[in-house]
């Protein structure tokens, strides 16, 4: 085993007499060591129940015949950090939860690890981390959180709430009917209800065969998660004694089958960029135009908040994750169901168990909600290096979008615009300075995009941004617009009024200016520079391009 470089031999003495110490006895010498990477906190709701999930899978281990041991991992709720300085270190805190992993599973000589999370940057950290230590590692959500109901009986998710901002800043509504909302819309702990990116993460590991079947839809509260907990718990045990690790099952047919159900459910848009960025760690060849082309051929099946009053339970009640994909597979090239998984199995016996579509949740291929999928990648001369939009959230009878530049700098400044009544019916919001190296951090801009929503605006403006969207983001909204404004991309260049065009039939996002007058512009145009300090600094003078997973070059 590999952690009997710290515990077997003569010259191991002050190894075991430290781990003595931790509460282990002479047996537990030959039992296999298992790290359970526990992301709980009381900080992020996604993540208050960790404490007891983690309880449960140690109690798996132990059954399986395995030693626990359980470490933290930082985490930032989005939610929270939404709208201020706070949401900078959001993407950023990916690497250091990365960082983090990979330095206590070598350091201890860990033979497995479970890892355990829910919400946006933190499962993909641990991914990212657990790729490149290369152990035998399961990942288990903590689960969706239950949707709540307003007084009429209506659902409401965390994004309703942001959508009421706008709404009564517009007049819409009132103070009374905003707390009425505020107060139902999360009812219980667990990760946002609908298919933001921490369940859509969840979704994605099911189907590369990194966690079992109901780890992206079972609901945090559920007495299924705490099995699936157990028993994650004892599956990894049994990885460990069969030497299966993340380099011998995932392959491109793995990282194909997450891309398809993806596009096939529309999910966040930061899946795009995690996914990329794990199949980077796992030397697995995968490109921003491998996807947009793999995009155009997926029919989009399930539309979930804030695509549709669906969420997380009832895509779970209908068979979730395998049985989206046993509809796929009835499109032949689609799903590889020979694509392995860390359990000894191909991801095809899983989708054999899965009940067939429901008809109403689960569309059939036949009468799809899009013949394409719910994600695009956009190129043009607005975004070389490639731009991405959730085509699963805005208007299926939109063909493309042309509207006038409205310019701002940073995302606080085009808030206020929105909320003020500033931004007209046809225009495009260009939101720039916000990307990987620019924001730093690559901010999310949940908070101007549900405030156009909310003001009844999500057929009349358009948003651009070289930052990053929510997964709760709806709306004509295209985002990781590359290269960005920091690296002298052309949205550093835009000016107000110049006319902006979105076109989803050609995947094209274009500035309808002359080339001549865009070179004027650079020459005239200073790139600008913001004071930065502490490990924003860092991370700004590092970090790589959005279409390659904004990983850090180091």
Known sequence: MRSDIIKQGIERAGHRALLYACGLKEKDFSKPFIAVANAYNEIIPGHTHLRELAGWVKRGIQKAGGVAFEFNTIGVDDGIAMGHEGMRYSLPSRDLIADSLEVTLMAHAFDGVVCLASCDKIVPGMAIGALRVDIPAIFLSGGPMAKGFDEEGKPLDLISVFEAVGARSAGKIDDAKLKAVEQAACPTCGSCSGLFTANSMGCLLEAMGLSLPGNGTALAVSELRRNLAYETGRRIVEAVSNGRRPSTVLSAKSFRNAFVLDTAIGGSTNTILHGLALAKTAGVPISLETIGALAKD?????????????????????????????????????????????????????????????????????????????????????????????????????????????????????????????????????????????????????????????????????????????????????????????????????????????DLISKEVRLEIDQTELEIRKERTPIRQKPLKGYLSRYASLVGDASEGALLDG
């Open 298 to 502: 997926v029919p989009q099946i399930v539309k979930i908040a804030p695509a549709s009053r669906v969420h997380m339970e009832d895509l779970h009640r209908v068979g979730g994750v395998m049985a989206v994909l046993k509809t796929l597979r009835k499109k032949p090239g689609l799903i590889a169901s020979d694509a392995l998984t860390l359990f000894g199995n191909p991801i095809g016996d899983f989708i054999d168990q899965a009940p067939e579509p429901d008809g109403d949740v689960i569309r059939p291929l036949e009468a799809p909600f899009r013949q394409d999928g719910g994600l695009s990648v956009l190129f043009g001369n607005l975004a070389p290096k490639g731009c991405v939009i959730k085509t699963g959230g805005i208007d299926p009878g939109l063909k493309a979008f042309t509207g006038r530049a409205r310019v701002f700098n940073e995302e606080k400044e085009a808030m206020t615009a929105i909320l003020n009544g500033q931004i007209q019916p046809g225009s495009v919001v260009v939101i720039r300075y916000e990307g990987p190296k620019g924001g730093p951090g690559m901010p999310e801009m949940l908070s101007p995009t549900s405030a156009l929503m909310g003001r009844g605006m999500d057929k009349e403006v358009a948003l651009i941004t070289d930052g990053r969207f929510s997964g709760g983001t709806r709306g004509i909204c295209v985002g990781h617009v590359c290269p960005e404004a920091a690296k002298g991309g052309p949205i550093a260049y835009v000016e107000d009024g110049d006319p902006v065009v979105i």
